[in-house]
């Protein structure tokens, strides 16, 4: 199994910046894909940067430019750079992953159907 741990949610003023993390643990060896969702009051939850063991990126297009989603692989971490944050960015944002052990790469996926594990969210505020 696989275990998710968002942190780095807080709350900031439009404009500026907050970076989220994600630890995972448990079997997590293999290639992966791992991205980052958010799910605001009343709306779907949607994707906003994913990332691949190859190091391919991809990003929802009302975060380019702005996010950047990165891994730190000596702590098994994902992360979420955010810069620029405007009210509309306020979300709970969860961190999601899936592992491949059968020797194939699979490339990023803004899809919430291509992930098997779940964080529990961090809740992220930008006050106008």
């Known amino acids: 199994q696989v275990q998710l741990v968002e942190s780095g949610g807080g709350s900031v003023q439009s404009g500026g910046s907050l970076k989220l993390s994600c630890l995972a643990s448990?079997?997590?060896?293999?290639?992966?894909?791992m991205g980052w969702f958010r799910q605001a009051p009343g709306k779907e939850m949607g994707g906003v940067a994913a990332?691949?063991?190859?190091?391919?990126?991809g990003y929802g297009d009302s975060v380019k430019g702005r996010f950047t989603i990165s891994r730190d692989n000596t702590k098994n971490s994902l992360i979420l750079t955010m810069n620029s944050l405007t009210p509309e960015d306020t979300a709970t944002y969860y961190c999601?992953?899936?592992?491949?052990?059968?020797?194939?790469?699979?490339?990023?996926?803004?899809?919430?159907?291509?992930?098997?594990?779940w964080g529990q969210g961090t809740q992220v505020t930008v006050s106008s």
């Open positions: 990332i691949d063991s190859r190091g391919r990126t």
């Open positions: 448990g079997y997590t060896s293999g290639s992966y894909r």
């Open positions: 999601a992953a899936s592992y491949f052990f059968d020797g194939y790469s699979y490339t990023q996926s803004l899809q919430m159907s291509d992930y098997k594990f």
